[in-house]
């Protein structure tokens, strides 16, 4: 089923949500080149716990070029034959590759009018894909923008079951140094989210 919300205008703290899921998405399905390095250069914390992992990420991504972060990211994500992480919802579901959590993701994808792009190659269910696609619902990156409870509806099937589990891993994993406070920050918005869905 096409997405049926009318078009509107996207809410500031809406928008502010879809650009983390975004920044996420895109730093967990690829390695930042130098214009995103700078990017995260301008980050600023504050003395929250998110703040700070913010100033980190800000302070490691200034001391990092590109093909440091290229290193660290296919040893956490690729290595040889496999990285030190499986960043996937069905290996972190069923501990294998291409199961049931994917074929499910796969159906919500139709639904939403959300369809692969013939360039990627990694399956669906990737951490980075997933918030890339939860940025575009918000959005309207595929149509119009989705409401809260089908917003809700994506991020409790296909998120919330493990992503946290994932972030926790990324910040402990040996090789992360650059990734260490994305994992930190990635933990803290998926609990963020989590609280506000529960009391919509």
Known sequence: MQNQVQKETV???????ADLYSLLG????????????????SLTG???EMGQAFGALSQLATATDAATARREYDDLFIGMGRGELLPYASYYLTGFLNEKPL???RNTMKQFGIARSDDVKEPE???????EMMSGL?????????????QRKFFSTHIEPWAGHFFKDLEAAQN???????GAVGRL?????TDAFSME
């Open 26 to 41: 895109s730093l967990l399905f690829a390695a930042p080149n130098e214009t995103v390095l700078q990017n995260l250069n």
């Open 46 to 48: 504050d003395g929250t």
């Open 189 to 193: 918005f998926v609990e963020i989210e």
């Open 103 to 105: 074929a499910k993701l």
């Open 125 to 131: 269910d990737h951490i980075g894909s997933l918030f």
């Open 176 to 182: 992360s140094r650059l990734y260490q406070p994305v």
């Open 11 to 17: 809410l500031a703290e809406d928008m502010m949500r």
């Open 138 to 150: 918000i959005t309207g990156r595929y149509g119009s923008p989705v409401g809260i409870s089908d």
